[in-house]
C-alpha cells in the first residue's frame, strides 16, 4: 500500500488562544454562549456533530459531566473543568424552560445550532482576534485541546478516550 503522507494540523498558541476567547461579547446572550462553545471544544474535545448533538439532560454540571454520542452511535461521558462548568452555569442560565430532549446549544432563534453555524462562529472570532497562520476551526481547537492535556501531563490512553477513538 503505499504510503499517504500525513498532515500535521496547527494548533493555536496561548496568546492565540487567549486572543480568541476574549472576543466573544459576554455582555449578550450569543457572546456567553459562544464563549461556552469555544471552552467546551478546548477542555471536552468533542467534535462538532457531538456538540451539537447535545441535549438538555446530556450536561450535568452538579456531577461536571457532559454525555455526548460519538461516532457509531458510541455514547461517551466527558469530565468539564471548572472553567468550562462556569462558562456552562452562566449560558444555560440563560436559557428559558430547558427541558429534557431540548438542544442544549441553541441558535438565536431558539432552534439546535447547526454545524455551519458552529464553524462560521469559530472562524468570525478568529478573524476578529486576528490569528493567522493557524486556521480558525472547531476541529483545530480540537486538536489544541488534545495537545495540551499531553503538556500537562496526561496520558495518550486517557486522550484517546476523551477524543473517542477506538
Known sequence: MPKVPQVIIQTFSEDQLRALLRKPDTRRWLGIRDRAILLTFLDTLVRVSELVGVNAEGVDLK??????????????????????????????????????????????????ISRKSVHELVARYGKAAAIEGVRCSPHTLRHTGAKRFILAGGDVFTLQKLLGHT
Open 63 to 112: 456531577a461536571r459531566t457532559m454525555r455526548v454520542m460519538g461516532k457509531g452511535s458510541k455514547q461517551r461521558e466527558l469530565p468539564l473543568g471548572h472553567t468550562v462548568t462556569q462558562a456552562l452555569r452562566r449560558y444555560q442560565r440563560m436559557l428559558e424552560d430547558l427541558r429534557p430532549g431540548d438542544p442544549f446549544f441553541v441558535s438565536r432563534y431558539g432552534g439546535r
